[in-house]
């Protein structure tokens, strides 16, 4: 049952956003290419520094030795650039944790399966953790276009849980996908905290958390979950 719905599920990435032209339509040629990756370049330098909340437009500019007039023929906010930036990040979540979530879990292997996903999950967050939590922090501030990434990122994950767990993603009022949800995001606030540079600043001197002991609760959250669904599916 969980290998015919994990097939269901949409396999494919989001498509990547058109770069053959620019925003004013005209097709990019090699230099235009090449302008818009110094663009990149110079916004992931700045991302992967000391504060990534810190980024303006302005600044992406002067370190890409561009007019802002120019850069607006690219991307027409911050926002657009940062999800430029996000495309290749989230090509890599296939790889890094989805695909363990496509495989059926046989019950005398969850707990192993549990934790191979928690630490793909993890890892993939360490990996790429100042634009994440750039993505996240604008998502909070209700920036729409990163809402709704973060969305998009999030909707597969729940729904290979609740296949996991013997249900269909489709009975979107059921418990079990309730339970995805929730552990879902109680999972990506807890891995959040623990790859947030700045929240160490924040504590100071005060407890930090254990990251070993998050993805331990974790496992076991995910294991008493899938394997009660799982239960109540047989009973």
Same mark, same amino acid.
């Given at each position: 049952?969980?290998?015919?719905?994990?097939?269901?599920?949409?396999?494919?990435?989001?498509?990547?956003?058109?770069?053959?032209?620019?925003?004013?339509g005209?097709?990019?040629?090699?230099?235009?290419?090449?302008?818009?990756?110094?663009?990149?370049?110079?916004a992931?330098?700045?991302?992967?520094?000391?504060?990534?909340?810190?980024i303006?437009?302005?600044?992406?500019?002067?370190?890409?030795?561009?007019?802002?007039?120019?850069?607006?023929?690219?991307?027409?906010?911050?926002?657009?650039?940062?999800?430029a %930036?996000?495309?290749?990040?989230?090509?890599?979540?296939?790889?890094?944790?989805?695909?363990?979530?496509?495989?059926?879990?046989?019950?005398?292997? %969850?707990?192993?399966?549990?934790?191979?996903?928690?630490?793909?999950?993890?890892?993939?967050?360490?990996?790429?953790?100042?634009?994440?939590?750039?993505?996240?922090?604008?998502?909070?501030?209700?920036?729409?276009?990163?809402?709704?990434?973060?969305?998009?990122?999030?909707?597969?994950?729940?729904?290979?849980?609740?296949?996991?767990?013997?249900?269909?993603?489709?009975?979107?009022?059921?418990?079990?996908?309730s339970?995805?949800?929730? %552990?879902?995001?109680?999972?990506?606030?807890?891995?959040?905290?623990?790859?947030?540079?700045?929240?160490?600043?924040?504590?100071?001197?005060?407890?930090?958390?254990d990251?070993?002991?998050?993805l331990?609760?974790?496992?076991?959250?995910?294991?008493?979950?899938?394997?009660?669904?799982?239960?109540?599916?047989?009973?």
């Amino acid at each position: 049952m969980v290998a015919a719905q994990s097939a269901t599920i949409n396999k494919k990435r989001p498509a990547l956003a058109d770069v053959s032209h620019n925003l004013n339509g005209q097709r990019l040629g090699r230099k235009g290419r090449d302008t818009r990756d110094r663009i990149l370049a110079a916004a992931k330098e700045i991302i992967d520094g000391p504060d990534a909340t810190q980024i303006t437009l302005s600044e992406v500019a002067r370190r890409a030795s561009l007019r802002m007039a120019s850069l607006y023929v690219y991307f027409a906010d911050l926002s657009e650039l940062v999800v430029a %930036l996000l495309e290749p990040v989230m090509a890599e979540a296939e790889a890094s944790y989805l695909e363990i979530l496509r495989k059926p879990w046989p019950d005398d292997q %969850l707990v192993q399966h549990c934790e191979r996903f928690v630490r793909g999950f993890y890892e993939f967050w360490q990996r790429n953790s100042s634009i994440l939590h750039l993505r996240n922090t604008m998502a909070d501030r209700k920036d729409r276009l990163q809402t709704d990434q973060r969305i998009n990122a999030a909707r597969p994950v729940i729904d290979l849980l609740v296949v996991q767990m013997g249900r269909s993603p489709a009975e979107r009022t059921s418990l079990a996908v309730s339970l995805a949800t929730v %552990l879902y995001m109680g999972f990506e606030r807890a891995v959040n905290i623990a790859t947030d540079r700045h929240f160490g600043d924040a504590m100071a001197d005060r407890v930090m958390p254990d990251v070993s002991r998050y993805l331990e609760a974790e496992v076991r959250l995910f294991h008493l979950s899938i394997a009660d669904q799982r239960a109540q599916g047989k009973g």
